[in-house]
């Protein structure tokens, strides 16, 4: 079963625009970590934001937790082509020390 | 420092048939995790070892099982193949299990 849900399940932009991502979750976590993921490629590890943080920044991403909602959104700011990729939430629980991943947003950045 | 390395690439098998599939960690990460990435199911996660120990084990049938090398390299194996197991596995390794994971590749597995 998966833990974390993403929406949009596709996003499409222009370049240069914002692109957010959301995702829910449901049960406790210690964690919450964003990936991305290029076609048939393995995942890259973006950014981790623990139970106790509500807001992260890592160059042009910006990811909030909303613990009470049991919700997360990566924002990337100015996206290029580049960042045209799949992107996956995946909750780190403690109490079953396993880490479960969303069913991903696939990014469209149009040149 | 080197990436974690996944082998094979590509594998074609027939029903029936067994495999096992090879994960090199990044040197120093003591946690393997594999999963398995299909169109329809997503991630799924396989199990983790750490320390040549499963620590954890998710929802998966007793054909897929692993091990883990006392140098933290990690193999896993499916017996009895079934066309369902089409997919890419993906290996990762971390220092622990709560810390960011690092991809290998993957190793696109095809029964037939």
């Known amino acids: 079963s998966q833990q974390g849900e993403e929406d949009p399940q596709a996003l499409s932009i222009q370049e240069g625009e914002n692109a957010t991502m959301n995702c829910s979750y449901k049960t406790s976590i210690n964690n919450l970590q964003w990936y991305r993921q290029n076609s048939g490629r393995g995942l890259v590890h973006l950014i981790l934001?623990?139970?106790?943080?509500r807001e992260k920044h890592s160059g042009r991403l910006r990811v909030t937790l909303d613990t009470s909602k049991k919700s997360s959104s990566l924002l990337i700011t100015a996206s290029r082509a580049a960042d045209t990729a799949s992107y996956f939430c995946?909750?780190?629980?403690?109490?079953?020390?396993?880490?479960?991943f969303g069913s991903g947003t696939q990014l469209t950045v149009l040149p | 420092k080197a990436g974690v390395t996944q082998t094979p690439r590509y594998l074609i098998k027939t029903r029936g048939q067994q495999v096992t599939l090879s994960c090199s960690p990044i040197s120093g990460h003591r946690s393997v995790s594999w999963y398995q990435q299909t169109p329809g199911q997503g991630l799924q996660f396989l199990f983790e070892y750490f320390s040549e120990t499963q620590r954890n084990k998710g929802n998966f049938p007793g054909r897929f099982s692993g091990r883990q090398f006392s140098n933290s390299r990690s193999e896993m194996n499916v017996s009895t193949l079934e066309l369902g197991d089409s997919a890419l596995y993906l290996c990762?390794?971390?220092?622990?299990?709560?810390?960011?994971?690092?991809f290998g590749n993957g190793t696109r597995l095809t029964v037939t």
């Open positions: 934001i623990r139970s106790n943080e």
């Open positions: 990762a390794s971390s220092l622990d299990s709560d810390s960011p994971l690092h």
């Open positions: 995946a909750a780190f629980s403690g109490s079953a020390r396993q880490l479960t």
